[in-house]
């Protein structure tokens, strides 16, 4: 199952505005990946966290690893409609290393 | 950057029949790809990993004689769901390594299959 609980599951914006999605583990993560799936798409890389604290930039887009490597965020700012699809985070497992994804959340550009 | 196919795209078969999926990295050798099923509004469940030259792992709860999987060289995969029903509908995605990055999945552009 899951190891990661993804917040909100839905996000509706206005244009322009910001909005973060979250994701949180009760175990210490090695790393944490995020991908964007654009609706009737496939998932793509965004990013991968590694280090305690680490925070990574991308245009408008912001990724943070927590402190104690537990949760991770994703802060969008400005968003355009090009923003418009399902964020997902995904962590290694602990036994085996292989993906599991979080729930994802849904993200809707009001214009 | 690594490019990962998928065919067909999309595929309606009738209840009983079988549907194969194929996977291919474009540009790149895949020791190991990975199969998921998406559900409509849902996240991505992995199903299998896909090893060439070696068995397929199967996910806890995926019937291995149901999904069939082959991976016979280093950039093809293949998925073959056997005797589909309604309930196999969904959308279908793999994903590869390359051995430029351990970490970073690419995913196909995903089989959406219907099952009527």
């Known amino acids: 199952g899951q190891q990661v609980m993804q917040i909100p599951q839905y996000q509706h914006v206005q244009e322009g505005e910001d909005f973060t999605t979250y994701c949180n583990s009760s175990?210490?993560?090695?790393?944490i990946q995020w991908y964007k799936q654009r609706p009737g798409g496939h998932p793509v890389f965004l990013i991968q966290?590694?280090?305690?604290?680490e925070v990574k930039k991308q245009k408008r887009l912001t990724f943070q690893f927590g402190e104690a490597k537990k949760n991770s965020s994703l802060h969008i700012t400005a968003t355009q409609t090009t923003d418009v699809g399902t964020y997902f985070c995904?962590?290694?497992?602990?036994?085996?290393?292989?993906?599991?994804f979080g729930a994802g959340t849904t993200v809707t550009v009001r214009a | 950057g690594a490019v990962v196919s998928q065919h067909p795209s999309w595929v309606i078969c009738k209840s009983g029949t079988s549907v194969k999926i194929e996977c291919r990295s474009l540009?790149?050798?895949?020791?190991?790809m990975f199969w998921y099923r998406q559900f409509p509004k849902q996240s991505l469940m992995l199903m299998a990993t896909s090893n060439e030259g070696s068995k397929a792992t199967y996910e806890q709860g995926v019937e291995k004689d149901k999904f069939l999987i082959n991976h016979a060289s280093l950039t093809l995969s293949t998925l073959t769901v056997t005797s589909a029903h309604p309930e196999d509908s969904s959308f279908y995605i793999c994903?590869?390594?390359?051995?430029?990055?351990?970490?970073?999945?690419?995913f196909g552009p995903g089989t959406r299959l219907t099952v009527t």
């Open positions: 175990t210490t993560l090695s790393n």
């Open positions: 994903s590869a390594r390359s051995g430029q990055s351990y970490y970073e999945q690419y």
């Open positions: 995904a962590v290694p497992r602990s036994n085996d290393y292989k993906l599991s």
């Open positions: 966290l590694v280090k305690s604290g």
């Open positions: 540009d790149f050798q895949a020791t190991t």
